[in-house]
């Protein structure tokens, strides 16, 4: 048999969980066709000796959706073994039809880039037309299904509407999407019931697709809001995971055993239910997400109206700094203003400081006026939230059923991005778990691979991925053990790992000794197919 290439001399961890094995692993027409001590054949060679040879690695939540069009290599996850890019945490570009387009244009920003597709399966075939490095997948948001007859509105969907939201996901699914990502922090997607939720995984059930949700509370509510996942699951019998599993706030910090125990429970009495993380102790998004999120209601433009209304912004004030079960406060979450650090341009006056130190050199008597400010300003800045703890982390990454993401885009060091504010999670997910966890025992290695491979593909039902055996896609990860090292940081994200030798997609050399090679091989991949 005539093979395309060999990589040749490494170890292979298979993506099983089961002990590495030295092996050459051959490639012919995008699959792995031997795997073995093979003899010299007239073909290429990729170099493994002294790396581990692995599936290339799944990021089960990423928002790479818009820096892809950019940039369609993906470099910060290339240089850490990623091949396949999962998309639909709430938003998906697909579909964007009726009400939802009040929320999302579909005509081409001036660079290029769109930001919705009337269906999903439009933006998936088009930027695999386009051309694309990694692999691309995804769920139906949640967001898109609600907004598609109740726009940005705070209000239950009528029988009809919620009748014809089902038929939208059921079409949606049939075409390959993973199921139906839910975020119950933010608008549109905070005003679903459990109601509306169980309804939509009761189709999903039907699919054998997956239920996975940004839950409704990460912190004091963190229990509550496991229960009902639990509940979706149960009275739908729909699969269901947990995005970026934690418990926010040093306060909170106590309830992430209960959560673990209440997932163990559900998973003994026969219920799928998984997570996933990202290891970082800060969490990532806009700013204007520390206001309730009922001022969001209708829209940015109707916050902006609410903050420039003198009464209502008192009350917003007020509400910031008040604790309650009725919201996440993230701003509380974070210790206040010491712990949200700015992520704006690297040329303004507020990137790369944090909320209080902008309060104090701006003059201002209350760090939520600064807030309010900022947001008025400029409502999407991004922050950083210091809310999570290490050694919640590694409980997390303890459990089996644990997967990774890095819930970020894939930026470049190079124009357009460089200067992006992104979270160092955008460069370093992968990297940081494969690396200093594994290195600090916190995972076997074997296992730390099987979390970023074969577990994410089974769950998101993704044929051919996730493994090395005869007859998978060859999507590789080769690397030296030692050498992998994340390097972003909060304040200089913008910093590529180390470590990755080769990596493979679809057959096709992606990355070869550490230098991307420009070919763009991903496709768009469709649960089941």
Known sequence: MSFDFIVRGGMVVDGSGSAA????????????????????????????????????????????????????KGLSDLYQGVTTEVFGEG???????????????LAPRSDGVRMGWPRLNDFLGHVEMKGIGPNVASFVGAHNLRAAFAGADDRPLTAAELEGACRLLADELAAGALGVGSALLYMPGVYASTEELIAYARVLAEHDALYISHIRNEAGGLHQAIDEVITIARASSARAEIYHLKASGRDNWPLMAGAVSMINDARDDGLALTA??????????????????????????ALLG???????????KTAIKTSSDSWENIFLDAGGAEGVLLQGDPNSEVSGRTLAEVSVMRGDADTVDTLLNLVVAKPDLEAAYFCMTDENIHMALRQPWVSICSDAETPSTQSPFVDMPTHPRAYGSFAR?????????????????????????????????????????????????????????????????TGMRHVVINGRIALRDNEPTGILSGRAVRRGQ
């Open 21 to 72: 094995y030295r092996a050459d692993v051959a490639v012919a027409g995008g699959r792995i066709v031997e795997v073995g001590a093979l003899p010299n054949a007239d073909c290429p060679e990729l170099d493994a000796e002294g790396c581990v040879v692995a599936p290339g690695f799944i990021n089960v939540l990423s928002h790479a959706y818009e820096t892809l069009q950019q940039d369609p």
């Open 91 to 105: 938003y998906s570009l697909g579909p964007v039809t009726g009400r939802c387009e009040e929320i999302v244009d």
């Open 276 to 301: 996933d993380i990202y290891p970082y102790e800060a969490g990532g998004t806009s700013l204007a997400a520390s206001i309730p999120p009922w001022y969001h209601d209708g829209g940015e433009e």
């Open 306 to 316: 609410r903050l420039a209304t003198p009464s209502i912004r008192d009350e917003i």
């Open 433 to 497: 778990v494969l690396g200093p966890y594994v290195r600090e025992g916190v995972l076997s290695l074997e296992e730390a691979v099987r979390r970023m491979t074969s577990l994410p593909a089974e769950n998101l039902r993704l044929s051919g991925r996730g493994s090395i055996e005869i007859g998978a896609w060859a999507d590789l990860a080769i690397f030296e053990p030692d050498a992998v090292q994340d390097h972003a940081t909060y304040r200089d994200p913008h910093n590529y790992a």
